[in-house]
């Protein structure tokens, strides 16, 4: 089985001045297809092999010094099984990602081999600067079939996923048991339970401890609820697909929490929200439970110094439908224009398949995305990733599918969805006028 491709996106300042911003744990690299700055790697000679004859490709990559050391090995070894082929390395912090691959691919010096973000690889798409992986030699044999759908624009996989990961409501069992509270069973709970059991954890706890960090400012809780009664955020054509009611009940928990004090007031909330995860109320032992995506386990578990658990986002079987998804961790994406598409096809197919690869980084790009690839490092995960592993097999048989991708835009929905949460937190907006502000910014945002 071979890989797909998706055209959308076009360069905007709204956008470039989003992603400068960076609101979110992810972030991604930029380089150019004839080479590129310095190479940390060891320029191959020209070997006659067949792989390759003095063949440069650029990989382009976000992430942190460790994500670097890590990613440089696994060049070095592509480099040792594939003579011939030379991988340039190219990469950043998540702050200067975009800016630096808007700007490169401006200039026509795109990287031949890209990491991407789902709320922007549509952009890139449109502008044609990403290649059809379908008509490249690329193995996703293994991969299940609703991940390879998750890099699909307009019906085209123009990004592989990395990894997954799931946006999961995490629990301190130790909080709980201090407190005489019972762990809420999460194949059963709604969101009216999460409110009440919130609000029973804070007055059994005592001071300075909560049941819950607020839940409002990200929209993949949004995007839950929605797929929870039939409603995607965004639809296939990109355009809104959730409705104004649905909205205005996702921020009305956030109020509902408030009054039962199940959650801090707007003025904590918003302080613990921009400490992340270390300075959660989770992380420092203030609270009971918070939602985060799954691969944030580990530095939680950390931080707290306790045991945290995993539990489904409520809700799960109180609508039509189950709203939980595997969210790609990361695309790789191939650009369009490279010289090279064939040693770059065959850079990703190493990334996505080969099980060293694996054993080398992990989960750092997300719970690997290939199954038998994931199942060979099961063995050597931490005991956080080894129950981040757990948990989403546990949940394999009850994913429906997979959001469609986000539209052009959708970079901006989160800063919208932050500032409209706040104010609704603060007392500024009903619910309802912050849905309707919400739905208005974020079509105009994606239009």
């Known amino acids: 089985m071979r890989a797909t491709t998706t055209r959308r996106g076009r360069t905007r300042a709204a956008f470039i001045a989003m992603t400068a911003a960076g609101a979110m744990a992810l972030g991604a690299c930029a380089g150019g297809s004839s080479g590129g700055p310095g190479s940390e790697s060891t320029q191959a000679e020209d070997d006659g092999g067949s792989d390759g004859d003095g063949v440069e490709i650029r990989f382009s990559w976000w992430g942190s010094d460790d994500r670097h050391q890590t990613t440089q090995e696994i060049i070095d070894l592509f480099e040792e099984k594939n003579p011939g082929i030379t991988v340039v390395p190219d990469y950043t912090d998540w702050g200067g990602y975009w800016d630096k691959l808007a700007t490169s691919t401006a200039g026509g010096d795109t990287p031949d081999v ?17 290649a059809d992986l379908e008509s490249l030699d690329i193995d996703t044999a293994e991969i299940p079939e609703t991940i390879v759908d998750g890099g699909r624009v307009d019906g085209t996989l123009y990004g592989l996923a990395t990894g997954v990961n799931a946006y999961a409501m ?59 009664k039939g409603q995607n955020l965004y639809d296939e054509d990109g355009s809104l697909g ?21 959650a801090p007031d707007g003025s904590r909330t918003v302080e613990i929200q921009n400490a992340g995860p270390e300075g959660s109320l989770l992380g420092t032992n203030a609270g009971g439970m918070g939602v985060w995506w799954s691969n944030q386990l580990g530095a939680l578990s950390s931080a707290s110094g306790n045991e945290l658990e995993l539990l489904r986002v409520p809700g799960e079987t109180e609508y039509e439908r189950t709203g939980m998804y595997f969210k790609p961790a990361m695309f790789y994406s191939v650009s369009a224009t490279s010289e090279h598409p064939e040693e770059s096809a065959m850079f990703v197919d190493f990334l996505l398949n080969d099980p060293e690869v694996a054993a080398l980084q992990l989960t750092d790009r997300g719970l690997p995305s290939n199954l038998s690839v994931r199942e060979s490092i099961l063995g050597d995960l931490e005991a956080a990733d080894a ?12 994913i429906v599918d997979g959001p469609p991708v986000p539209p052009n835009g959708a970079g901006d929905v989160q800063d919208i969805m932050i500032r409209i949460n706040s104010e609704v937190l603060f007392g500024s907006m009903t619910p309802a006028e912050a849905a309707d502000a919400f ?6 945002a994606t239009s």
Do not use: C
């Not at 690889?121 to 600067?129: E, H, L, N, T």
């Not at 959730?242 to 199940?262: K, R």
């Not at 129950?387 to 009850?398: C, H, P, S």
């Open 114 to 130: 890209i990491t991407h973000e789902e709320r922007f690889i549509a952009d890139y798409a449109s502008r044609g600067v990403l």
């Open 170 to 228: 995490m629990a301190d069992p130790q909080i709980f048991a201090g407190a005489g509270v019972e762990v809420p069973d999460d194949t059963t709970w709604t969101w009216e339970d999460f409110v009440a059991v919130s609000g029973e954890l804070s007055k059994a706890a005592g001071d300075d401890v909560y049941g819950t960090q607020d839940i409002g400012f990200n929209e993949a809780g949004l995007s839950i609820l929605a797929r929870q």
């Open 242 to 262: 959730v409705d104004a009611a649905t909205v205005e009940e996702f921020f009305q928990i956030g109020l509902d929490l408030q009054e039962n004090g199940g």
């Open 387 to 398: 129950k981040v592993a757990d948990f989403m097999a546990d949940l394999e048989d009850e």
């Open 439 to 444: 739905l208005s910014e974020v079509e105009a």
